[in-house]
């Protein structure tokens, strides 16, 4: 058995805070493309800040796995505070993917629109 002590269950949460807290930035500037209507870039940007989530997402898993197959994990409020980061970041990310899907739509009738 592999026990967790609260240096490495603090050292789990800011992994998962600073790669969700990158993420959530990626995600601005992906909007921030929208804004532009710069859809591929915003696409980009939103494919980059998944990668953050999943690595986020993988580093989370790994812990509540661990602690599945036994292993002692000491409560954290840190960690607690990671994984309510993580999920307000996978939202951000499903509602930014949403609005690019959105606004592209939008841009393109206002283009065929605008020809006539």
Known sequence: MNDHSLNDINEVSMKIILNAGDARLIIKEALDCVATCEFGAAKEKLVEAKKKITAAH?????????????????FSLLFAHAQDTLMTIMSEWNTANHIVRLFEV????LRKLEEK
């Open 58 to 74: 993988a580093a989370q898993t790994e812990t509540i796995q661990g602690e599945a197959r036994g292993e002692q994990v000491v």
């Open 106 to 109: 939008y841009d393109e009738r």
